[in-house]
């Protein structure tokens, strides 16, 4: 599956912004899907993740009640919808793909980047 990231940008403290990710293919409803971000010079960390059917979501406490995850499969497309956005979440976003089986993300899309200003 390829993977491509949308919905970036500039925006201010508290603004929101939603992010996109439209995969290729005939099988999105076999992949659990996940959005990570990273910051130059820092690892990447975990942001949101949710299952193939979008029944379970689980977020990083870091993100947790001003992110949602949502996917539409007949879409093929995962979302990210950040609110009260702050300083601290400025990052390249990326999402992924792993197939509902699998433990590691083997999909990856090119990021989107997300700047929040003070």
């Known amino acids: 599956v390829q993977l491509q990231a949308s919905g970036g940008g500039l925006v201010q403290t508290g603004g929101s912004l939603r992010l996109a990710c439209a995969a290729s293919?005939?099988?999105?409803?076999?992949?659990?899907m996940g959005w990570f971000r990273q910051v130059p010079g820092k690892e990447r960390e975990f942001v949101a993740r949710i299952t193939n059917s979008g029944t379970s979501t689980y977020y990083a406490d870091s993100v947790k009640g001003r992110f949602t995850i949502s996917r539409d499969n007949a879409e093929n497309t995962v979302y990210l919808q950040m609110n009260s956005l702050k300083p601290e979440d400025t990052a390249v976003y990326y999402c992924?793909?792993?197939?509902?089986?699998?433990?590691?993300?083997?999909?990856w899309g090119q990021g989107t980047l997300v700047t929040v200003s003070s």
């Open positions: 293919g005939r099988t999105f409803s076999r992949y659990n």
């Open positions: 992924a793909a792993k197939l509902i089986y699998r433990d590691q993300y083997a999909y």
